[in-house]
């Protein structure tokens, strides 16, 4: 029984189909089908029934799935404790925002591949909170304030942001001088969230409200910038804007308090040395200041 062809039963199972497996283990479907079919062949059952909207798993496949994903994850245990120190081998695949992702972390994701020519990293680029072990991700990383999780958080650095507006719509609209003072204005929001803002040491919630909304930082910064209102957006998206007299900022006697860069990963003992090594490089990109020993993981209440 060859440990790819569990790896990619426990990858159709998940994904539901073999066309997504196969996306996600990026090889041809032929492949995927093969390893299937010599699989079920070694066990003597079916594991798949093949349907014409996917491949659902059987009563049989369903018992075997745990068994083969443990399989899988004690094997790559084993092969990361036998490898020569500093030496990484196997596939790391990682979620990362749309927005910041090319621009902030790809750099740090190439240098990752540079560093250990064995690695193979396959980053998915998206601003939608993927389910990490149902799509078979190792880690994500993820910006922002986190909401409530069971998975496991590392911070590796700050995000700091500010709320702005476009010099024409403060002179439509005027300008927000107090967290209270937002009820009355057109916020550009991803979806249904809260705004924080410090007022000396207390902590402001405010719900605002606005008629666009994007899943996307860059898409907000394209909605402010145009004037459609007022935007709580990232420094490293604004600060040329701001620079430039594009963008104003607003209320900044009550500043956002920082969020964070994390690497989220799924429950477990202890990280993979493919994931630790990513997170230290993130850390010593966007935490400068502070060592590694000083951001410790810690478990985030709550599943996304």
Not at 219 to 248: C, F, I, K, Q
């Amino acid at each position: 029984m060859d440990i790819e062809e569990l790896r990619t039963f426990v990858a159709v199972a998940d994904a539901g189909g073999i066309s997504p497996a196969a996306r996600r283990l990026g090889v041809p479907k032929s492949i995927v089908s093969r390893r299937l079919a010599r699989l079920e062949a070694d066990l003597g059952v079916q594991l798949l029934a093949r349907t014409t909207r996917g491949a659902a798993v059987t009563e049989a496949g369903l018992a075997f799935r745990e068994h083969a994903a443990r399989a899988c994850t004690e094997i790559d245990a084993a092969r990361d404790a036998l490898a020569p120190a500093g030496e990484l081998r196997g596939r790391l695949r990682i979620s990362a925002p749309l927005s910041f992702g090319p621009t902030h972390f790809a750099p740090v994701l190439a240098d990752l591949a540079q560093r250990h020519p064995q690695l193979h990293v396959h980053t998915v680029y998206s601003d939608r909170f993927v389910d990490l072990v149902a799509e078979g991700f190792d880690c994500a990383i993820r910006v922002g304030y986190l909401e409530d999780s069971s998975l496991i958080a590392r911070r590796v650095g700050p995000l700091y942001g500010k709320l702005v507006a476009s010099p024409d719509y403060i002179r439509a609209h005027g300008a927000p001088e107090a967290p209270d003072e937002l009820a009355a204005h057109e916020a550009l929001m991803q979806g249904t969230e809260s705004w924080q803002f410090l007022d000396g040491d207390r902590v402001v919630s405010v719900r605002p409200n606005g008629r666009f909304k994007a899943d996307n930082g860059t898409a907000l910064l394209a909605a402010a910038l145009a004037g459609l209102g007022v935007g709580w957006l990232p420094d490293g998206l604004t600060d040329e804007h701001v620079a430039s007299g594009a963008l104003v900022p607003l209320m900044t006697r009550f500043p956002p308090p920082p969020a964070g860069i994390y690497v989220i990963r799924p429950p477990g003992s202890q990280p993979t040395r493919k994931v630790r090594a990513l997170t230290d490089l993130l850390i010593a990109c966007f935490d400068q200041g502070a060592p590694a020993s000083q951001n410790p993981s810690r478990h985030v209440p709550a599943s996304r």
